[in-house]
């Protein structure tokens, strides 16, 4: 991680059930209990994807519980959260996404210097046996490991 970089949630099972083919950091609009929460770490996205409607991408399907000390105005925690891209970084996503089989997937949640980011990723469906070669691959990679350790153990 650089400097001023914290990570605040990764989506595993995106990287699981997708193939990313690009990535791209964006801010979010937060209102303001979001961004204490988000800090917290109260976020959930296991379904969450983005989808750009009148050239504005927004993030659908992520929750940011309430945030446990704030008043009754709380923020409403399933709401669609506007993504900040430069124009010209929309249109490249837009013929990307226009390929048949890509979807934008929120991919990290992150702070730089003090602001929420997300990385956000041109994704294409896995199909099954792609996650059984993946398995197969992290079981081999974790017994490669198990061995050169028992070796230097004796």
């Not at 995106?14 to 791209?24: C, G, L, P, Q, V």
């Not at 976020?43 to 983005?50: G, K, L, V």
């Not at 000390?69 to 923020?75: I, M, R």
């Amino acid at each position: 991680m650089s400097e001023g970089r914290k990570l605040i949630a990764q989506n595993r099972k995106a990287r699981f059930n997708y193939s990313i083919e690009d990535s791209i950091e964006c801010g979010i609009v937060l209102e303001g209990t979001e961004v204490k929460s988000v800090k917290a770490g109260n976020i959930s996205f296991p379904d969450a994807f983005a989808e750009i409607q009148n050239g504005e991408v927004w993030v659908k399907g992520l929750h940011i519980a309430e945030y446990a000390f704030s008043s009754v105005f709380n923020h409403d925690p399933d709401r669609p959260k506007k993504l900040l891209l430069h124009k010209d970084e929309i249109k490249r996503l837009i013929r990307k996404i226009d390929e048949k089989g890509f979807t934008l997937i929120p991919l990290d949640f992150y702070l730089k210097d003090g602001r929420v980011k997300v990385n956000l990723g041109v994704c294409r469906g896995k199909k099954q046996f792609d996650k059984r070669a993946d398995i197969r691959d992290r079981d081999v990679k974790r017994d490669m490991q198990r061995e050169f350790r028992k070796g230097l153990h004796g």
